[in-house]
Every structure is written in structure tokens, then in C-alpha cells.
């Protein structure tokens, strides 16, 4: 086990790298059209802190550093699934890192913020985050996984002044359930006593904490956040995160317990005032002594409301955030640092990697409607099922018949030819949950989704095959060059 002592020292000698920001933006290249957005700011007179840009093509990225000089930008990661046991055995790891720290490199990014979360696990894929089983044993995986990604980018990842870029790692949001035995706070904390990374805490995935753990059962929202962040290693949130909330298209306008909506995170919607006074409260955490920038999340929302939502921020925030950033830069400045010591990071054993293994598997079989609630880590979940059973009956098959491309549009030739013969899509979500599959590549959900429809069709309607595969290559052969050129975002490409 690593000294906390010396974690805790690495961690502060690395945020010393990173200079305070202020109020940004979180973006994305295509979606909305990233130059067009900074040129509307302009036009307002605004101009971001800096300018945290999702993964996208690295010649896009490259473009982008060239065509905003003067704002410091900071990179949003995706596909490395630091959460899973096995994912350094995984072929496709080592090329994932050295893509990631390639394009970390091609906008001289400040830190590489991730997910703590995955979109595959134990052979099984979905379209949007899970986040990890809540554990013991998963924290000091995550630990060692992190630690990996961090040394690639320590040898690799060198920016102007020869320092490395900072693994900040993101509490993610719940989709109407999370399962574990430890509590969300104090899982990131043993998270942090293993490994020096930083933290991006999103203040509307915070929210649904406390909408799907039934914390909203027993105490107020403020009496939650206060609770939260008293347990929570504030002291490494680097980033805030503020993004939308809304009701799923698959389930509508509801309201469950206690009167509150059954927002899920929802970067296209508007920002909920309520999450502007979460913030406020966040901000004036005495703990709060690493924060560098706060961020609006805005991929995928309408230019005009982005406009409007920065330049009120702005003028609401920005004051504070510098006053919150002074104040911890003076408490940095004040420590002394120790002489620098590696603190050795100890692996997780092979039968505790396999038990945790068998966990995800079990945990994707679960969520899918492929196995029962047993475990201890379900036990919670299992008290209160109405949460997974939205999950599970409308989230999944939404996202697996229309999540990054709807089926009826990427093949609607094949799917007439399916309506005729009487088989129904619906049909195609147990199909795609029936087994594990090894790993044929880096995640793609858009790929994915095409493979499997093709082996779908193949299965239930040979006669189809011909029209499925040519309908197949047309996607991929437009999804290759929509991704090579540069093109404006389709729909398609929107698999975030
Ligand atoms: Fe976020």
C-alpha cells in the first residue's frame, strides 16, 4: 500500500503544474460547431477561462489548439475503462492510452479528465456510462488502473515546460440506480489515498446521488450536499463540473417520490437553477483547495442557450471561483513539499481481479433483465427496485434501439423487410444482451451496434442478409469518412 502521506505530496507537486483558470467550457468539436460558439461569445465579449474538449478526430484537435491561441484547453477523455479488472489485459488498452495521450498532447492539454465509469464490461456493451460498482476492492482496482495511465502519460505525455499532464478522474452520474456496499464519498476517498490523481466533481451528477440513493427519503438537498461533501476528498476536486437535467425521451415528464423529476444528466438540457445553488454551496466548502476551473458542460446544447447560460454564470460566478482559487493557491504555497518519493502502487491479486470480474458480469446480466438481483453489492438496489426496473424495462432498450442511431434510420430497408415477416425490434435487445462477446476492437457504440444487427439479421431473417450487409457498408463507408474529414456532426457520430 502507497504512504498516503507521499500519495497526497505527489498529488500537490503535480496541481502546482496546472495555473488557476476560472469559469469555462466543456465542448464539444462538432456539437455545436466549436469555432462557431467561440465566435458568438465573442461577439458578446465573452471569452472562455479555458476550453475542456471531448475526444474527437486528432487532426480536429490540432485545428482547434491552432484557432484558439490565447485559451488554455483541457481534454475530456473516453474509452478507457479504468473501472474494469481486466482492461490492461485488453489488446486494445495500450493503443487506447496512446491515442489518448496523443491527442492529450496535440492541444497541449492541462489534465486528462475520465469518467469513472465504463460503457463495457465483462463482454457486454452499452451506450452511455455505468458507474462502478461501489466497493472495496473495485476503488483499489480503479487505483491501479489510473496509475497505469498516469505513468504513460508522465513518459509520453510532456507539455510545454516538460511537466505531464494531471489524471483527473469525474464522479459519474446515476441513471436511476447505483449499487456497492461503501458510500459514494468514501469510495473516491480510498480511491485518492492510493494514487495522486485529481477529481472533477459535477454538480448534476451530484444531484442524481441524491435522487437515486433515497438520500431525498431521509434529508433536504442541502442537508445531502453538506453531508456529501464532509465525507467527499474535496481537497483533490481540481474541476466542477455544470451541465443539464431532464426527463428521458423514453420515459417523459414523471415525477416519483417526494415531488422530485426523475432527471437523469442531460448535456443538451438547460441548466436547472437548482444545480447554480448546489454550486454556491460547493464553492464556500472551506475543503475546497485545489479548484482550478468550473465548467458549463454544453456538447450537444443550442449555441444561443450556451450564450446565455455562460455570460449569467459569469456574472454570478466568477468572483467567487477566483476568490476560491486565491485562497487555495495561498494554502499551496504555504506547504512545504517533502523531496519526491514514487509511491508504490500494489496489484490487486489474480482471484481478487476475477472475483470483481464475476461482479460486472453479474452487474451487466442484472441491469440487462439477464439474471436476478443477488449479491451484497445489490442489496440496497434490491430494497428499492423501482429505480433499476426503469432502468433496465425503458433506458436500455432505448438505448440499444436508438441510443447513437436509431435502427429504423441507419437500416430502413431491412427493418421493412423485418415489419413484413413480423419480427419485431424489440427482439434485437435480448438478442444483444444473450451473451458475452470478446472484444474486436476500441469501443465504437455506432460499430457495434452495426455488427451486431448484421449478425441479428444473419440469425432470425437469412433471406434479409444481402440488404442488411450492403446497408451495413454504407454506414460504416459514411461513418469513416465523416470521421476522417472532419465533417460536421451527424447524428450519427453522437454517441457521447
Ligand atoms: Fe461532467
Not at 491552432?66 to 475530456?76: G, K, R, T
Not at 491527442?103 to 465509469?117: F, G, K, M, R, V
Not at 434529508?219 to 465525507?231: H, I, M, N, R
Not at 449479491?375 to 438496489?381: F, L, N, R, V
Request: a negative charge.
Amino acid at each position: 500500500m502507497p504512504d498516503p502521506d507521499f500519495v497526497q505530496q505527489d498529488f500537490q507537486r503535480r496541481l502546482r503544474t496546472i495555473p488557476p483558470l476560472g469559469m469555462g467550457l466543456s465542448v464539444d468539436v462538432y456539437s455545436p460547431d466549436l469555432f462557431e460558439l467561440v465566435k458568438r461569445l465573442r461577439e458578446q465579449g465573452l471569452r472562455p477561462s479555458y476550453l475542456e474538449i471531448f475526444k474527437a478526430p486528432t487532426a480536429a484537435l490540432r485545428t482547434v489548439r491552432q484557432a484558439v491561441p490565447d485559451i488554455p484547453l483541457a481534454y475530456h477523455g473516453e474509452g478507457l475503462w479504468i473501472t474494469q479488472p481486466d482492461v490492461q489485459e485488453s489488446r486494445f488498452f495500450q493503443q487506447d492510452v496512446g491515442e489518448t495521450v496523443t491527442q492529450l498532447n496535440s492541444i497541449q492539454s492541462l489534465w486528462l479528465n475520465h469518467e469513472c465509469a465504463m460503457k463495457q464490461m465483462a463482454g457486454y456493451s452499452f451506450g452511455t456510462y455505468l458507474p462502478p460498482l461501489y466497493t472495496r476492492l473495485s476503488a483499489e482496482v480503479v487505483a491501479v488502473n489510473i496509475t497505469t495511465v498516469q505513468q504513460a502519460m508522465d513518459r509520453q505525455g510532456r507539455r510545454e515546460g516538460g511537466t505531464a499532464p494531471l489524471f483527473l478522474l469525474e464522479m459519474p452520474p446515476l441513471t436511476y440506480f447505483s449499487a456497492g456496499t461503501m458510500p459514494i464519498p468514501h469510495f473516491f476517498r480510498s480511491v485518492t489515498a492510493l494514487v495522486p490523481c485529481g477529481l472533477v466533481l459535477d454538480i448534476g451528477h451530484l444531484w442524481t446521488v441524491y435522487r437515486y440513493t433515497g438520500a431525498f427519503q431521509r434529508v433536504s438537498l442541502e442537508q445531502f450536499v453538506g453531508e456529501f461533501l464532509d465525507e467527499f476528498p474535496l481537497e483533490r476536486v481540481v474541476e466542477i463540473h455544470v451541465a443539464g437535467l431532464a426527463c428521458h425521451e423514453s420515459i417523459g415528464e414523471v415525477k416519483g417520490g417526494g415531488g422530485l423529476p426523475e432527471w437523469i444528466d442531460a448535456h443538451a438540457a438547460p441548466i436547472p437553477s437548482i444545480l447554480f445553488t448546489m454550486l454556491e454551496q460547493v464553492l464556500a466548502h472551506q475543503d475546497l483547495v485545489s479548484l482550478r476551473g468550473v465548467a458549463l458542460e454544453v456538447d450537444t446544447k443550442p449555441i444561443e442557450t450556451i450564450v446565455d447560460e455562460y455570460a449569467e454564470a459569469v456574472r454570478r460566478f466568477s468572483f467567487l471561483i477566483q476568490q476560491t482559487m486565491a485562497k487555495g493557491v495561498a494554502v499551496e504555497q504555504s506547504m512545504e513539499l517533502a523531496p519526491y518519493r514514487v509511491s508504490v502502487q500494489t496489484p490487486v491479486c489474480q482471484s481478487d481481479r476475477q472475483q470483481l470480474r464475476d461482479q460486472y458480469a453479474r452487474y451487466a446480466q442484472i441491469i440487462s433483465g439477464q439474471a436476478p438481483m443477488t449479491g451484497p453489492e445489490w442489496q440496497d438496489t434490491a430494497a428499492e427496485p423501482a429505480g433499476i426496473t426503469r432502468y433496465r424495462t425503458s433506458y436500455v432498450p432505448h438505448e440499444i434501439l436508438h441510443w447513437g442511431g436509431g435502427l429504423a434510420e441507419m437500416f430502413p430497408q431491412t427493418c421493412r423487410v423485418l415489419a413484413e415477416w413480423g419480427i419485431c425490434l424489440t427482439e434485437f435487445v435480448a438478442f444483444w444482451f444473450r451473451s458475452p462477446r470478446p472484444l474486436t476492437q476500441s469501443y465504437d457504440f455506432f460499430l457495434l451496434k452495426i455488427e451486431r444487427f448484421l449478425e441479428f439479421v444473419t440469425e432470425r431473417a437469412p433471406e434479409a442478409r444481402v440488404c442488411v450487409e450492403q446497408e451495413g457498408d454504407m454506414l460504416r463507408l459514411a461513418y469513416a469518412q465523416a470521421n476522417e474529414v472532419v465533417e460536421p456532426v451527424t447524428e450519427m457520430e453522437q454517441t457521447r
